[in-house]
């Protein structure tokens, strides 16, 4: 079965939802400032009464006239306030048992059990079926993987120590990718709310036409650049999207964008700002921390991939847009800058209660807190843009609505977090690297790179490096020898891509908070956009003059290798030039990228003739004369 669909109550049934909803927003907002609570009580509360309003919400299936909910989501509704109500109400009994060493009470393991079966099913209609499978694949090998022989065995797990961890602890189901959602994800989305309540989407969408309207994919290029320099200084991909993407993925769609790809642009852009210099988040402090390594080394050896890592990203944009006619606006609908500017303070302040309170150092969490408030203060002082108390309310429900689908994801991923550290799983992938690599370097890098994005599955970027330099981190550096400088940008880098990786790229269902599309379509997309990101680590280890480590000379070659290799890349994924590039040319042009990413040699030399020979003739030459045809 795919996701259900999404009902439109009405009358009274929407008055009581949207005041529900509501609530949960005050709560959040609440708990934010005032709590001293559990984190582990905290994140209980907030997925159970998100549960409730997911089978209020989200129809079982996509088919038509489930507009009310039938007897079956009565139940599941009935269910999970039941939940709710019993999970609220042991809280202080659940801070204070030692897990694995009390025992569960029968109710204690039913409602475990339930509350699990509900988020499968929350998983399901929200997002479909492919989280839905991996997370009971984790399930099922937690509780049954003790009949399996080999490596992959592991020692038998009662049906209790399984609920134990996975729903009584933070590890699994209200780990950390439902503190993520309960916390500044929420916050973040109900800034975008706000500002949208207050109509930030037209000056903003004003801006953008002013600015880039008449350019080529002219909003996408500005949603790049916005999230790299937002993205370096929260350092979470998370956070980058819903904060910049409110803005961008609205002002996309408005020109044309399709959601999946709106959304998808603003990942892939999200994402690497973890590695962009100089603040790379808190990744860059953890890595010095870890490897001895002078933080002044690690931004300056960072700069070239990240640079070439968003050259890539709008090359991309730059071509797809140009290929299928998106992002340009007729003369006449361009603003006057006159038109732009009129009552722009309303939402210039709100940005900069965002941005000086995050450089200053306060956390993602009071940050967008600032923003929402500034916006509610301002627009007390416009007739035209005043926020009502029933606009009030409209935007705090709807912020939780949005949160809908967000929240059952991250739920299931909390699942599979827990499914992997339960059994041990993690630490086998470290064994099974060099087991399937033998001696091979590029085959070690290759299961490290899989390993690494499977390690950082549903987990800040922070905690997927930790975890995969002190898993994997050794493997390189003392075992096959490699510079502890390269090796750990190499785990940096698919720790990262990580978070825009399917199944559970947590990037991507933020973005679909926003734009209510497919988390798995948006991941699939930003993969498309960063495709240049996944073998460009390879390139760090075997060229290490790429991280300015080496003479001026050998620097330099390297850097416009990779300079030359980018743009192949780009050009080969997107298919396009000056016209639709055949099959085979994409995949010539493709494999003579790769190899400018190898070693200096013969073949580097190779790969710069073919790739001269391509792009020369779609410039100049008979491709350049024929007119461009469009899908």
Sequence with gaps: MSTGRRRQPQGIFSWLLKCYA????????????????DVLALTIVFLTLMLVLVFFLIAPNDKPGAETPSPLDWGLVVASASCAIFFIGSIDDLANRISLLTPLTPAQLGFGVLITLLTLEATRRTVGLGLTLIATVFIIYNLAGHLLSGMFRHGYLPLSYFIDVNVYTSDGLFGVPVRVAATYAFLFVMFGTFLDSVRGGDFFFNLAARLTGRSTGGPAKVA????????????SPTADVVTTGSITIPLMQRLGFSRNLAAGIEVAASTGGSILPPVMGSVAFIMAEYTGIAYSEIIIAALVPALLYYMGVLVQVHLYCKRHGLGQLAAEAVPSWSTVMRGAWLFLIPLAAMVIPLVIGYSPTFVALFGTGAIVICSLFSRQHRLTPKSLLDALATTTFRMVGVTAACAAAGLVIGGITMTGLAT???????????DSTFMTLFFTAIITIILGMGMPTPSAYILAAVLLGPTLVNTLGLPMMSSHLFILYYAVLSALTPPVAVAAYAASAICGGNPVSIAAQAVRLAIFAFVFPFAIVYNPSITLDGTLLSCGLEIAQAFIATLAIAIATEGYLRQRLSPGVRLLLMAAGLTLLSPSGWPVLGGLIVVAVIVAYQLFGAGARRPATHP
């Design 22 to 37: 509501a609530v949960i927003a005050v709560w959040v907002i609440w708990t934010t400032i005032f709590s001293t609570a």
């Design 224 to 235: 790049v650049v916005s999230s790299a320099l937002f993205g370096t200084v929260s350092g």
């Design 428 to 438: 086998k992938f470290s064994s099974i690297v060099m087991l399937l690599a033998g």
